[in-house]
């Protein structure tokens, strides 16, 4: 470890501090296209401030087209970070407010402090302090801030199309030591044309679950014609899993809802699911619609609470990356058409092509479509990367664990020889796409610490 790069590091913490405070309190989730921002209002303006930091900061940076924010310090050969500044919809079941950036009791609060605003600009901070130490570097390190992570990967398709590819890079988006593997992942749009009948108990509305890689906190349907009986029934069901139930009597209509606990969609039995619990529900009715009854019925039957799809017929695991796990993402009803949405993170020796052909045969006479397919990603734990990575995480930590396997998706998939290299901490508890999301200021620093000594590593190992 360099001793004097650490201890300027340390020195810029009240600094760093109060950047991540200031990034929080920008709502950035993606929303109606603007002028100059593809993915909304909110993340146009994350991306400016961010890039107006960069600049106040000493660097050169830019925007480019909306889609990503470059900063750039040297020139040659080029080591990257790639992170992101959109965030998942902040859900339901918050102490403090989302976007407040509270610095309380030695952490930071708000949706994105942990995923990814916070390890990003820890990876800013970090390069300041190389900027101070180290005046004229013979090579580059360059900061990548994508919009569009949780929703599409449209920045980074922009960024690899029209922007130089790194020579190496990592992302600080998923957990330390080192990521070697990834599972693939995978949206599935299952839908089917549902009748409006006049009369009998009618579903007229289901809206559950806020995004596909997220556990739903919410799930809510507006039911007409319920017979004493049946309202009697909802009043005294009792899901499976912990999440409320509230019912609510408007004349003629009943408006159900439940309140579950989020979780990341890679980790879905971390939460407790809203959706499926409405599924539960709605499924015990005697719906006037033969169609939607049949889909909830197969929904509840073949997926329901269940994580990894052992009644779809897809569970299974692989020595280096683990089990299939699935996720009821969103659930939607209106004009005629039910629509399901789930997420799954499947083994890195797995094949997509095969849980596909199982869904779409468990789900016949539904559209069953494809989205946002990411396939597997795979680094040796022999290559210089990932070997540079434990290097330095031993040299800060003083612990030498092994690399790891995850179901999250980063972006280290988008460019060549790239890892997720952080910012989680072996132990520490992970509240990325959870209520209370907030991130200790020890451990914020100390990402900041360990990325100056990388960025160290490879400008003295480039020189070489």
């Not at 002028?35 to 960069?54: C, H, Q, Y």
């Not at 050969?77 to 500044?85: K, N, P, Q, S, Y």
């Not at 739903?216 to 507006?222: E, I, M, N, P």
């Not at 989680?424 to 796409?433: I, K, N, Q, S, Y």
């Amino acid at each position: 470890m360099d001793r004097k790069l650490d201890e300027i590091v340390i020195s810029l913490k009240d600094e760093m501090v109060s950047a991540i405070s200031r990034s929080i309190k920008i709502k950035s989730v993606k929303d109606t296209p603007v002028e100059g921002g593809p993915f909304g209002e909110g993340i146009k303006r994350s991306l400016e401030d961010t890039v107006s930091l960069a600049r106040e900061l000493g660097f050169q940076s830019r925007n480019a087209d909306g889609y990503v924010g470059i900063v750039d310090y040297g020139a040659g050969t080029t080591f990257a970070v790639l992170g992101h500044l959109d965030v998942v919809p902040e859900g339901q079941g918050w102490d403090e407010p989302p976007y407040s950036g509270l610095v309380k009791d030695g952490e930071i609060w708000g949706r994105g402090t942990q995923d990814d605003k916070g390890p990003m600009i820890a990876a800013l901070f970090a390069l300041k302090a190389i900027k101070q130490y180290i005046p004229d570097p013979s090579n580059r390190i360059r900061l990548i801030f994508g919009t569009n992570e949780e929703s599409g990967w449209e920045c980074m398709k922009y960024y690899v199309k029209h922007e130089e590819i790194p020579d190496m890079a990592v992302t600080p988006d998923a957990e330390f030591p080192v990521i070697f593997a990834e599972k693939g992942i995978v949206n599935y749009g299952i839908s089917s044309g549902v009748k409006s009948p006049k009369d009998g108990l009618i579903v007229e509305s289901i809206d559950a679950g806020e995004a596909s890689n997220m556990v739903a906190s919410s799930a809510k349907a507006v039911l007409k014609g319920l017979t004493p009986e049946a309202l009697q029934k909802i009043k005294d069901f009792v899901p499976q899993n912990e999440a409320r139930l509230e019912v609510r009597e408007h004349g003629e209509t009943v408006e159900i809802t439940f309140t579950g606990v989020s979780a990341h969609g890679s980790t879905p039995y971390k939460g407790q699911s809203a959706m499926a619990a409405l599924v539960d529900l709605l499924a015990t009715l005697p719906l006037s619609d033969p169609q939607l009854k049949e889909f909830l019925d197969l929904l509840k039957s073949r997926m329901g609470y269940e994580f990894y799809g052992e009644s779809l017929g897809i569970a299974g695991k692989d020595s280096m990356s683990g089990e299939l796990t699935l996720n009821l993402g969103t659930l939607k009803l209106q004009a005629g058409l039910i629509k399901l949405v789930i997420n799954i993170r499947y083994p890195v020796f797995f094949s997509e092509a095969m849980v596909r052909s199982q869904i779409e045969e468990t789900f016949r006479g539904c559209r069953v479509e494809m989205h946002h397919h990411q396939k597997p990603l795979y680094v040796s734990p022999d290559s210089e990367l990932v070997k540079m990575c434990r290097a330095v995480y031993k040299e800060m930590t003083g612990h030498d664990e092994e690399p790891i396997a995850i179901g999250g998706g980063t972006y280290a998939r988008a460019v060549p020889n790239a890892v997720a290299f952080g910012a989680l901490f072996p132990g520490r508890v992970e509240r990325a796409h959870q209520p209370n999301e907030r991130v200790s200021i020890e451990d914020i620093t100390m990402v900041a610490r360990i990325y100056a000594q990388l960025f160290l590593r490879f400008l003295q190992s480039s020189e070489n």
